[in-house]
Protein backbone atom coordinates (compact mmCIF):
# COMPACT_ATOMS: atom_id res chain seq x y z
CA UNK A 1 0.00 0.00 0.00
CA UNK A 2 3.12 2.21 0.71
CA UNK A 3 6.24 2.60 -1.64
CA UNK A 4 9.34 4.62 -0.92
CA UNK A 5 11.68 5.12 -3.52
CA UNK A 6 15.16 6.47 -2.85
CA UNK A 7 17.42 8.01 -5.75
CA UNK A 8 20.54 10.40 -6.00
CA UNK A 9 23.07 7.98 -4.91
CA UNK A 10 26.41 7.19 -7.09
CA UNK A 11 30.05 7.56 -7.11
CA UNK A 12 32.11 10.19 -5.30
CA UNK A 13 35.49 11.31 -4.38
CA UNK A 14 36.14 11.72 -0.89
CA UNK A 15 35.29 15.34 0.48
CA UNK A 16 32.41 15.18 -2.27
CA UNK A 17 28.80 15.63 -1.97
CA UNK A 18 25.44 14.02 -2.59
CA UNK A 19 22.02 14.48 -1.79
CA UNK A 20 19.68 11.41 -1.46
CA UNK A 21 15.89 11.85 -1.77
CA UNK A 22 13.01 9.55 -0.51
CA UNK A 23 9.38 9.70 -1.93
CA UNK A 24 6.63 7.93 -0.19
CA UNK A 25 3.79 7.48 -1.88
CA UNK A 26 0.47 5.22 -1.42
CA UNK A 27 -2.63 5.74 1.10
CA UNK A 28 -0.83 7.35 3.93
CA UNK A 29 -2.75 8.86 6.52
CA UNK A 30 0.14 10.23 8.36
CA UNK A 31 3.58 10.02 8.35
CA UNK A 32 4.83 9.56 11.89
CA UNK A 33 8.54 9.77 11.34
CA UNK A 34 11.17 8.95 8.99
CA UNK A 35 14.72 7.97 8.58
CA UNK A 36 18.04 7.17 6.93
CA UNK A 37 19.93 3.84 7.44
CA UNK A 38 22.75 2.34 5.82
CA UNK A 39 24.41 -1.38 5.50
CA UNK A 40 27.84 -1.54 4.41
CA UNK A 41 28.89 -5.11 2.86
CA UNK A 42 29.79 -7.63 6.00
CA UNK A 43 28.21 -4.92 8.32
CA UNK A 44 24.80 -4.33 10.13
CA UNK A 45 22.56 -1.78 9.53
CA UNK A 46 22.53 1.64 11.47
CA UNK A 47 20.64 4.61 11.91
CA UNK A 48 21.88 7.41 9.76
CA UNK A 49 20.03 10.26 10.83
CA UNK A 50 15.96 10.65 11.81
CA UNK A 51 13.52 13.29 11.78
CA UNK A 52 10.14 13.39 13.49
CA UNK A 53 6.85 15.15 12.04
CA UNK A 54 7.32 18.11 14.02
CA UNK A 55 10.76 18.04 12.64
CA UNK A 56 13.15 16.91 15.74
CA UNK A 57 15.84 15.93 14.42
CA UNK A 58 18.89 12.99 15.18
CA UNK A 59 22.65 11.85 13.83
CA UNK A 60 24.81 9.05 14.26
CA UNK A 61 28.10 10.53 16.12
CA UNK A 62 29.88 9.69 12.97
CA UNK A 63 27.71 11.66 10.72
CA UNK A 64 27.33 14.98 12.62
CA UNK A 65 28.42 18.17 11.37
CA UNK A 66 28.56 16.52 8.17
CA UNK A 67 24.96 15.14 6.77
CA UNK A 68 21.56 17.14 7.22
CA UNK A 69 17.81 15.28 7.54
CA UNK A 70 14.72 17.10 6.28
CA UNK A 71 11.74 16.76 4.86
CA UNK A 72 8.98 17.87 2.55
CA UNK A 73 5.84 17.51 3.97
CA UNK A 74 3.58 18.59 0.82
CA UNK A 75 5.33 15.85 -1.57
CA UNK A 76 5.89 13.03 1.47
CA UNK A 77 9.01 13.43 0.33
CA UNK A 78 12.99 13.67 3.40
CA UNK A 79 16.20 14.25 1.89
CA UNK A 80 19.97 13.66 3.00
CA UNK A 81 22.39 15.90 2.38
CA UNK A 82 25.66 14.44 2.67
CA UNK A 83 28.85 16.71 2.81
CA UNK A 84 32.65 15.94 3.34
CA UNK A 85 31.83 12.33 2.19
CA UNK A 86 34.71 9.95 3.22
CA UNK A 87 35.44 6.22 1.80
CA UNK A 88 33.85 5.05 5.17
CA UNK A 89 30.72 6.52 4.13
CA UNK A 90 30.31 4.01 1.64
CA UNK A 91 27.13 2.06 1.94
CA UNK A 92 23.78 1.38 0.72
CA UNK A 93 21.19 3.78 2.40
CA UNK A 94 17.46 3.13 3.23
CA UNK A 95 14.87 5.00 3.65
CA UNK A 96 12.82 3.96 6.63
CA UNK A 97 8.91 5.51 7.40
CA UNK A 98 6.43 4.96 10.20
CA UNK A 99 2.86 5.58 8.73
CA UNK A 100 -0.69 5.91 9.62
CA UNK A 101 -2.35 4.49 6.73
CA UNK A 102 -6.00 5.78 5.02
CA UNK A 103 -8.95 3.61 6.32
CA UNK A 104 -6.91 1.90 9.27
CA UNK A 105 -5.29 5.00 10.55
CA UNK A 106 -5.09 4.15 14.36
CA UNK A 107 -2.63 1.48 13.28
CA UNK A 108 1.16 2.22 12.51
CA UNK A 109 3.60 0.64 10.08
CA UNK A 110 6.91 0.53 9.08
CA UNK A 111 8.31 0.62 5.02
CA UNK A 112 11.31 0.29 3.82
CA UNK A 113 12.72 1.26 0.26
CA UNK A 114 14.61 -0.74 -1.89
CA UNK A 115 18.16 1.03 -1.25
CA UNK A 116 20.63 3.52 -3.06
CA UNK A 117 24.20 2.77 -3.83
CA UNK A 118 27.06 5.22 -2.58
CA UNK A 119 30.38 4.69 -3.09
CA UNK A 120 33.00 7.55 -2.01
CA UNK A 121 36.46 6.57 -3.47
CA UNK A 122 39.27 8.13 -5.30
Known amino acids: QVQLVESGGGLVQPGGSLRLSCAAS????????MGWYRQAPGKERELVATITSGGRTDYADSVKGRFTISRADAKNTMYLQLNSLKPEDTAVYYC????????????????WGQGTQVTVSS
Open 96 to 111: NANVSLTGSYLRKYNY
Open 26 to 33: GKIFSINA
